[in-house]
């Protein structure tokens, strides 16, 4: 006899119901062959008796076995364990070495070389270092939630809530046009417009739809990691070219055209990534000059347009783009918080809609509730208000931080005070390496992270970008110190 009795446990504490605690342990056990099939089951009586439950409980918990096709219910007989259940293979289970991070896959599947591996979580006493980001702790949360609130209480935001545009919100591409139009010269429409997961996206739906198997694509020798990623995932072939003080070197380009044929060029041209140089004018018109001559697609990624210093913004190569030829990508996560997935990608209506339909089979639509409250925050000013607010503060930053590095570390590192953007390109002293420097610099509570992403194409410039905006004062302070630690224990 099966000890009935003795094999299932009950906990009346938890928020599952009786039943289902029953039925769940019912066929763990068939599963496992303790209860084969055919097997006949105690009566819902004598089963609520052993187990002090109701007998109510039971026949609940009979019914839901017998809706799963475990058991079957004969007539004057009896509930039996299913006759024609196949017999389950597993592996033996044991709790020990079942975890999330042992568990092998029982299918072969396709892994990439290109992809790196995911961030891992950070530590509260640690320091770690960015490429320059936003300071989150500055995002206009209160402005934002009550514009959320605001959209989500209007007796029409049912509309909202079903399958809407895979372009995204209406309102919001009607509200980028009147603000990139008016603020960044541009010459646009609502049809030239797609609203994106951030820039990202963008940069991944333009290489889609420009790159196969052995096109080519042209990028600076320094480079945006994710972009290049994005670019050898499409198995296309990239050539680079030097990037200098005025940006990525166009005359360069112009050579590799002469020789073959290229589908794209991929420039960061406001604040070279992660070199943080700007592309001057000269080039900007040559570059345009030659998308229009040997027919190619300029992919202008301009993440953080709203962050200069020194000087007014500089005016995008999509504003003097009369001929089609210019992608252009961007995003409010850089400038508002990066948890807000808001960004766009505007360039031709055939090559928008295009995109729009190779979005649609990865990620049906964005977050209109978030999309709508952007075009409120965007419209009403706010937005504005919060980059004049935050570029005061990140000034202050840049100030702070370039000071200390070059009066505390001089000696270890080379750098250029950026006009504009949220980082720092620290080239060091040919004498360290960087391998050196993270590894000590983790005995001081200071994590470099992944450096070897600022030289994707091994040019062996010995720099890496660092981030300020996103420290207080305070921090700053302490990341210099802590990297002055780390330095002088490396020169001892």
């Known amino acids: 006899m099966f000890p009935f009795k003795t094999s299932f446990t009950l906990d009346r504490k938890i928020s599952q119901p009786l039943y289902l605690q029953l039925s769940n342990q019912f066929i763990q056990l068939i599963k496992e062959q303790k209860l084969p099939p055919k097997t006949k089951l105690p009566g819902s009586r004598t089963l609520a008796e052993l187990l002090n439950i109701h007998r109510k409980t039971v026949v609940a918990c009979y019914d839901e076995l017998l809706l799963q096709g475990w058991v079957e219910s004969i007539a004057k007989k009896g509930t039996f364990v299913h006759s024609n259940l196949p017999l389950l293979h597993q592996t033996e289970f044991?709790?020990?070495?079942?975890?999330?991070?042992?568990?092998?896959?029982g299918f072969s599947f396709y892994k990439s070389n290109v992809f790196n591996s995911v961030n891992s979580l950070q530590k509260e006493d640690v320091i770690y270092l960015n490429d320059g980001v936003s300071d989150q702790r500055l995002t206009p949360i209160e402005e934002i939630a009550?514009?959320?609130?605001?959209?989500?209480?209007?007796?029409?935001?049912?509309?909202?809530?079903?399958?809407?545009?895979?372009?995204?919100?209406?309102?919001?591409?009607?509200?980028?046009?009147?603000?990139?139009n008016e603020t960044r010269g541009l010459q646009?429409?609502?049809?030239?417009?797609?609203?994106?997961?951030?820039?990202?996206?963008?940069?991944?739906?333009?290489?889609?739809?420009?790159?196969?198997?052995?096109?080519?694509?042209?990028?600076?020798?320094?480079?945006?990691?994710?972009?290049?990623?994005?670019?050898?995932?499409?198995?296309?072939?990239l050539k680079t070219v030097m990037v200098d003080?005025?940006?990525?070197?166009?005359?360069?380009?112009?050579?590799?055209?002469?020789?073959?044929?290229?589908?794209?060029?991929?420039?960061?041209?406001?604040?070279?990534?992660?070199?943080?140089?700007?592309?001057?004018?000269?080039?900007?018109?040559?570059?345009?000059?030659?998308?229009?001559?040997?027919?190619?697609?300029?992919?202008?990624?301009?993440?953080?347009?709203?962050?200069?210093y020194n000087h007014a913004p500089i005016l995008p190569l999509k504003s003097h783009d009369t001929n089609g030829n210019v992608i252009y990508i961007g995003s409010v996560c850089k400038t508002v918080a990066p948890v807000f997935r808001v960004g766009y990608l505007i360039a031709s209506k055939e090559f928008v809609d295009e995109a729009a339909s190779r979005r649609k089979i990865v990620d049906r639509q964005g977050d209109e509730l978030l999309e709508l409250t952007f075009a409120d925050f965007i419209k009403s000013g706010d937005l504005d208000r919060h980059i004049r607010k935050v570029m005061k503060t990140y000034?202050?930053?840049?100030?702070?931080?370039?000071?200390?590095?070059?009066?505390?570390?001089?000696?270890?590192?080379?750098?250029e005070k950026p006009k504009g953007g949220m980082a720092v390109w620290a080239i060091l002293n040919k004498k360290y390496s960087w391998k050196?420097?993270?590894?000590?610099?983790?005995?001081?509570?200071?994590?470099?992270?992944?450096?070897?992403?600022?030289?994707v194409h091994k040019i062996n410039h010995n720099a890496i970008r660092i981030g300020f905006a996103s420290y207080t004062e305070e921090e700053i302070y302490e990341l210099i110190f802590r990297f002055k630690k780390t330095m002088f224990a490396i020169k001892e």
């Open 94 to 105: 044991s709790k020990s070495n079942f975890t999330s991070e042992k568990q092998k896959t």
């Open 146 to 180: 009550r514009t959320y609130r605001r959209i989500t209480t209007k007796k029409n935001i049912f509309n909202h809530l079903g399958y809407n545009s895979v372009y995204g919100s209406d309102k919001l591409r009607e509200v980028l046009v009147n603000y990139l």
């Open 188 to 237: 646009t429409a609502k049809e030239n417009v797609l609203i994106t997961r951030g820039s990202q996206m963008g940069i991944w739906l333009s290489s889609q739809l420009l790159l196969k198997k052995e096109d080519v694509i042209v990028t600076g020798e320094t480079n945006y990691a994710s972009a290049t990623t994005t670019f050898k995932n499409q198995q296309a072939i």
């Open 245 to 308: 003080e005025n940006g990525i070197v166009t005359e360069n380009i112009e050579s590799i055209c002469k020789q073959q044929q290229i589908k794209a060029v991929y420039v960061t041209s406001h604040h070279h990534h992660p070199t943080t140089v700007t592309l001057s004018a000269e080039r900007r018109i040559h570059l345009l000059n030659l998308s229009k001559q040997y027919n190619f697609a300029i992919i202008e990624d301009d993440y953080d347009y709203d962050f200069n």
């Open 395 to 415: 000034k202050q930053r840049r100030d702070l931080f370039c000071d200390l590095l070059s009066k505390e570390l001089s000696s270890f590192f080379q750098f």
């Open 436 to 455: 050196q420097v993270a590894e000590e610099a983790k005995k001081h509570q200071l994590e470099i992270g992944n450096y070897k992403r600022y030289d």
